[in-house]
């Protein structure tokens, strides 16, 4: 009886110890890295990363997109700034040649 006694003691003794080596040098890791709420977790991860990976892609599209836009905006409003400016010129100086036309010679 005493022989089991010490044979049981010296199990439980070899077993902690041997547990908790395992666990200490990373093999458990395998244990939790098998369960499948873990694998369902890295696969979730996997695909949310993609997805942040193509959101950020179409975001930098975006913003060049943005740019170019930007540039065509700019260059059509000096475009019509020029128009404008022209189309008032040549109409103040039409305007000024009529009066200038009228003003010397009298009308009888």
């Known amino acids: 009886m ?4 010490f044979g049981l003691l010296v199990g439980t003794i070899v077993g902690a ?6 666990f200490s040098t990373g093999g458990g ?3 939790v890295a098998a369960s499948p709420r873990v694998l369902r977790l890295e696969e ?3 695909r949310v990363t993609q997805e942040r990976e193509l959101i950020a892609k179409k ?3 975006t913003a060049a997109l943005m740019e170019k836009m930007t540039a065509r905006f700019t260059d059509l409003e000096r475009r019509f700034q020029t128009l404008e ?5 040549s109409a103040t100086e039409g305007t000024h040649e009529e009066q200038q ?7 009888s």
């Open 101 to 107: 036309g009228e003003a010397p010679g009298p009308s």
């Open 2 to 5: 005493l022989r089991f006694l």
């Open 17 to 22: 110890v041997g547990t908790a080596y395992f």
């Open 59 to 61: 975001l930098e599209d």
């Open 29 to 31: 890791d395998h244990l």
């Open 44 to 46: 979730d991860l996997r």
């Open 85 to 89: 400016s022209a189309t008032r010129k």
